[in-house]
């Protein structure tokens, strides 16, 4: 098997489906996570799976989750998934599965961005801020800013669009506290795993970070961490300011679809098998630049 598509794990009830995993119930503590081979772009799922992106993705956050456990919890129970289905349904999930703690998701994305680019560009050419945060006159495409950005989002249903909200309305949302805390602690993600990134020539340009808490009420990081899906890989050998740098994550093939005449709703347009093929390469080669590794063979 070396793409997936959509899971079909009958042993466990289906708890959720999102734009990228599926989540089966295991019990009432814990959650089997599924990280499928869908794309998602502009928030739209496209039609075509991108081979082995779901066992990169989970082999990837992994190693994150590892190296960030001592800035905040994690949703990770270290429960072999292989454990909890049956012998039949082992080969969806190996690779691409973890079981992790069923925790209370807080409905809002936690974006970091160190870089202005993508929409924070387009932002700031029209009004001069990055969602609603003014910055200096005059910063250049791909430019890094003087400092990282915390710009919320709150959380769509699959099929729409995040919306970009304050950190105001993050406060009414859940409570100054809480709020407080996840801009912290997405600080403090993003500072460690760009220090780390840039040892292995890595510029992480901004990622999203997806929370919630405990039956205690304590915070974890959970869903994926500072992925090729999550997040936007620059190599810092060819970073120029001023231009688009290369990456090695998704961007490629949402410069593609940028390419189309697509209103950037349901359907998806297809995705050609050369922007597949390319698209699944990146992802393999992000997993080694940034962990060191190849994808462990099933």
């Known amino acids: 098997m070396t793409a997936l598509y959509a899971t079909s794990i009958a042993s466990l009830p289906l708890l ?35 081979t082995d992106k779901g066992r990169v993705l989970n082999q990837m956050s992994n190693f994150w989750f590892d190296l960030l456990k001592d800035v905040v919890p994690n949703h990770l129970t270290g429960i072999d998934p292989l454990t909890v289905v049956t012998p039949a349904e082992a080969l969806q999930v190996k690779g691409r599965s973890v079981v992790v703690k069923r925790l209370k998701p807080i409905m809002v994305e936690a974006v970091v961005r160190g870089y202005i680019i993508g929409t924070g560009w387009k932002d700031y050419q029209a009004t001069g801020s ?18 990282p950005l915390f710009t919320p989002a709150a959380k769509a249903a699959v099929g729409e669009h995040d919306e970009n909200i304050t950190f105001e309305q993050v406060v009414e949302l859940i409570g100054a506290d809480l709020a407080n805390q996840i801009r912290t602690v997405s600080f403090e993600l993003y500072r460690k795993a760009s220090e780390y990134a840039l040892t292995r020539g890595i510029i992480i340009a901004d990622t999203k970070f997806e929370f919630g808490l405990d039956d205690d009420g304590v915070l974890h990081v959970m869903d994926e961490v500072l992925t090729a899906d999550s997040s936007r890989y620059w190599p810092a050998d060819e970073y120029q300011v001023g231009i688009s740098p290369p990456s090695f994550d998704k961007q490629f093939v949402r410069d593609y679809l940028e390419t189309l005449a697509w209103d950037k709703t349901p359907p998806a347009p297809a995705l050609p098998a050369q922007i597949i093929e390319a698209t699944a390469a990146k992802y393999r080669e992000a997993l080694f630049k940034i962990t060191g590794q190849t994808l462990e063979a099933l």
């Open 16 to 50: 959720a489906k999102g734009k990228v995993r599926d989540t089966y119930i295991v019990d009432d503590k814990t959650l089997l996570m599924m990280t499928t081979d869908r794309l998602s772009a502009f928030d739209v799922v496209m039609n075509e799976p991108i």
């Open 130 to 147: 990055v969602c609603g945060i003014a910055l200096p006159a005059g910063l250049q495409l791909a430019e890094k800013l003087p400092e």
